[in-house]
């Protein structure tokens, strides 16, 4: 009997041992993780020409490219090719170009220009089309706040 309760005592104070290095090491690791996360500002801005556009509560961002024929209709050419938009230099030669973004309510225009041949209106999108993945690159990148476009 006397070797039983010793036994137990033993064993009890294995366990408080156990439990409180347990105890000592989770919470080594609580404040490891606490001391190691990090919080992002969701604040994204794009800055053109002086102006500052606020992307944080926006929804949806769009591109839109429109030319304004020479009788003043205007025509999207978001998905035209090259074909199409030669069609429409050869009939309003020149023609005026304009490629935005649309931040829900709010439009940076990026390029606005005549237009009278097909390499100036190449030049003109591939600009766009840099500009446009430069703001998806920005709104992917939870640490990168500002973008400056040129």
């Known amino acids: 009997m006397f070797n039983a309760t010793n036994l137990l005592k033993r064993e009890n104070g294995f366990g408080r041992k156990m439990v409180l290095a347990i105890s000592v090491l989770s919470m080594l690791l609580l404040a490891g993780c606490i001391s190691s996360s990090r919080v992002y500002n969701n604040d994204k801005n794009v800055v053109y020409k002086g102006t500052m556009y606020n992307l944080a509560n926006v929804k949806q961002i769009n591109s839109v490219i429109t030319a304004t024929l020479a009788d003043d209709k205007q025509v999207k050419l978001n998905n035209a090719d090259r074909k199409q ?66």
């Open 85 to 150: 938009v030669e069609a429409y230099l050869d009939k309003n030669s020149p023609m005026f170009v304009k490629m935005a973004f649309e931040f829900d309510d709010q439009e940076l225009v990026y390029r606005s220009n005549s237009v009278k041949k097909w390499s100036e209106y190449s030049k003109m999108k591939k600009s766009f089309e840099s500009a446009g993945n430069q703001i998806g690159k920005l709104m992917a990148n939870k640490k990168q706040i500002q973008l400056k476009l040129k």
